[in-house]
């Protein structure tokens, strides 16, 4: 987790996933209606949705169906720093964000980088403002954007730009097919998870659940909706959580989860190497659905503005 110069790169949180749909009204009416996120903003062909206090967790747009980006937020303005130098050094497209960019994010600082192996758009921000008023959970009571599991091409790769490149912790893995990451030094068992496939495509968002009573209330909400379940109720063991999986409307798949391992900063486990069996998604014993995990591409095409990529 250590930088060459010495000193780890420190993060926060994942802060934002951007999502790129077929039709921007059915899918807004999704996370509002059926998954419970309050509608921020809705204009200029952008809809925030968050269910945190921060002004968005999820940024909607309309265009061919896909994973258009996520964002980190930093501990500090030294960590942006340590990222920028690290990310300068390799194949990622690494910028600056202009002032009007970062106050357009509501954040002080911002760099925007490509993921040389998925080509996702990310962006690593720090000081980002409050919303106006704290996040009522609906019906569904939702605690937070959890996070964000990719497909990609060359585990391996991926492994050496997440973990040796920018810090990331590795938690758990299946060896040569799949890893749970932290933001180090962020608790959370995994804030991304990144799957060996054909493919650089979005596996899922996750989003965390205030109780395990929202997960029976969750899948009964999507049921009355006609919204397809296509994995769980269940436990993994990785992370321990229990988990509902479903589809949003042009198929990508989401997450609500209660429960998970917390890793301290100082002390905690090491990886532990699982075996390549059903029971490690599912200690209940449930399988999936053939369409859990197969998300819409990660778009990679060229864009003047990585941040609205």
């Known amino acids: 987790m250590t930088s060459t110069e010495g000193q780890p790169i420190r993060f926060a949180r994942l802060g934002f996933c951007r ?3 077929s039709d921007l009204a059915a899918t807004t009416a999704f996370y509002r209606d059926v998954m419970g ?18 002004p968005y967790d999820i940024v909607l747009t309309q265009g061919e169906p896909g994973l258009a980006g996520a964002g980190f937020e930093m501990e500090s303005e030294a960590d942006l720093e340590r990222a920028f130098a690290r990310l300068a050094r390799l194949d990622t497209r690494v910028r600056w964000l202009a002032d009007a ?48 599991v990719l497909n990609v091409p060359d585990l391996e790769a991926a492994h050496r730009f997440w973990c040796d490149a920018l810090g990331f912790a590795v938690s758990d893995r ?10 180090w030094p962020n608790p959370l ?14 596996h899922h968002i996750n989003f965390m659940v205030t109780d395990i009573d929202d997960i029976g209330k969750a899948m009964n909400r999507v049921k009355a909706a006609d919204i397809p379940i296509v994995f769980g109720p269940g436990r993994h063991l990785p992370s321990t959580s229990i ?21 301290e900063e100082n002390g905690a486990r090491g990886p532990r190497e699982l075996e390549h069996k059903a029971e490690v998604m599912d200690i209940w014993g449930s ?5 859990f995990g197969k998300g819409k591409p990660i ?3 060229p864009a003047a503005d990585l941040v609205h990529g």
């Not at 993921?115 to 106006?132: F, I, K, N, R």
């Not at 991304?192 to 979005?202: F, G, N």
């Not at 990508?252 to 890793?263: K, P, R």
Request: glycine share 8%; aromatic share 10%.
């Open 37 to 54: 996120l309050e509608l921020a903003r809705d204009g200029d062909g952008e809809v925030w949705l968050r269910c945190s206090d921060k």
């Open 287 to 291: 399988r999936p659905d053939p369409r």
């Open 174 to 183: 299946v060896d040569g097919l799949a890893e749970w990451l932290r933001c």
């Open 189 to 202: 068992h995994h804030s991304l998870a990144l799957l060996q496939h054909s493919d650089s495509t979005l």
């Open 243 to 263: 988990f509902l999986y479903f589809l949003d409307p042009d198929g990508n798949t989401n997450e609500f989860s209660f429960g998970m391992e917390l890793f």
């Open 101 to 148: 960019d970062c106050a357009a994010l509501l954040v002080a600082r911002a760099l925007a980088f490509v993921d040389p192996v998925s080509g996702l758009h990310c962006t690593l921000y720090t000081g980002q403002a409050s919303a106006a008023t704290p996040f009522v959970p609906g019906p569904i009571r939702i605690a937070r954007l959890g996070h964000l």
């Open 299 to 301: 778009l990679t095409a």
């Open 19 to 21: 999502l790129q749909c």
